[in-house]
């Protein structure tokens, strides 16, 4: 897969991108990254690439020129091309009007081969990239950044993970938190039992521990260590929906819950209901 970064500051990804799992990958061959400085695509000896808006308003626009002229260099097919089933390219423009970016987002993503993240800054980008060149504008909360450039960061790692061979344990990204989709759960959904003690279908991750067993006094939870692989898969979903209730209920409407989760929710609310009267 190859991630082309569009931005106004390509020493910014000097850092993010140098390390870790992204760096691996990138030494492995996995993934390419393209880091293209928009200043080389203006005409002026300013070198500008941002404007202020028609109609007034605080603050400047990056202008329609450099990006086109850019995303034309690196021979982007059209936005009528791509937006047809089966493209192996996106153009996705950062904004904070954008589809909040999630990990079923990432996942969908997956089919492409190349990956365009154009980078917005100041108060935003002429209206003309997202409506003929993007196919999409992509958020990754609901706040505001400077620009850009760390969202796109954020975006190549989540991406990067999901990439067969980048994580030491292939299984690691299925059973992260917010994962929906993976054989395990699908089985469990199905009736049938499951063959791990983890699991995530779109729930909050469970808690982790390791050694020591007793640390200052603090001891792991004994249905850990006792090696019963059934008691501890359902110590873990039990704790992974008590954190999810607690901390993000929002995520219950779209994970995939089996029987037994929702005998688990039962408890859960029954324990809940008890503790408080």
């Known amino acids: 897969m190859k ?5 106004i500051f390509p020493d910014f990804f000097r850092g993010p991108l140098d390390y870790g799992i992204v760096r691996r990958a990138r030494d492995a061959g996995l993934i390419e990254i393209g880091v293209h400085d928009l200043r080389v695509f203006t005409h002026d000896r300013h070198r500008t690439v941002d404007d202020r808006p028609f109609g007034g308003g605080e603050g400047m626009v990056l202008k329609p020129e450099p990006i086109f002229e850019c995303l034309q260099t690196l021979a982007v097919s059209s936005q009528d091309e791509r937006l047809r089933d089966g493209a192996k ?22 089919s492409c081969e190349r990956v365009v993240l154009i980078c917005g800054r100041y108060e935003g980008v002429d209206e003309r990239v997202s409506e003929y060149m993007a196919d999409r504008e992509i958020s990754v909360g609901d706040f505001v950044l400077s620009g850009g450039e760390l969202g796109a960061a954020l975006i190549v790692d989540a991406m990067t993970r999901l990439i067969p061979g980048a994580l030491g344990n292939a299984a690691s990204s299925q059973q992260e938190s917010f994962t929906a989709g993976n054989a395990e759960t699908q089985a469990s959904v199905a009736g049938e039992p499951p063959t791990s003690t983890c699991s995530s279908g779109g729930l909050l991750d469970y808690p982790h521990y390791t050694r020591p067993a007793d640390f200052a006094g603090m001891k792991v939870p004994e249905v850990l260590v006792n090696g019963n692989h059934d008691e501890i898969r359902r110590w873990r979903r039990r704790k992974a929906l008590q954190k999810t209730i607690r901390t993000r209920p929002d995520l219950l409407h779209g994970a995939e819950l089996s029987n037994e989760d929702r005998k688990l929710l039962a408890e859960i609310d029954i324990d809940t209901e008890s503790t408080t009267r």
């Open 89 to 110: 390219e996106t153009v996705i423009l950062l904004s904070p009007q954008g589809e909040l970016f999630t990990q079923k987002v990432a996942q969908r993503m997956m």
């Open 3 to 7: 991630f082309e970064i569009v931005t």
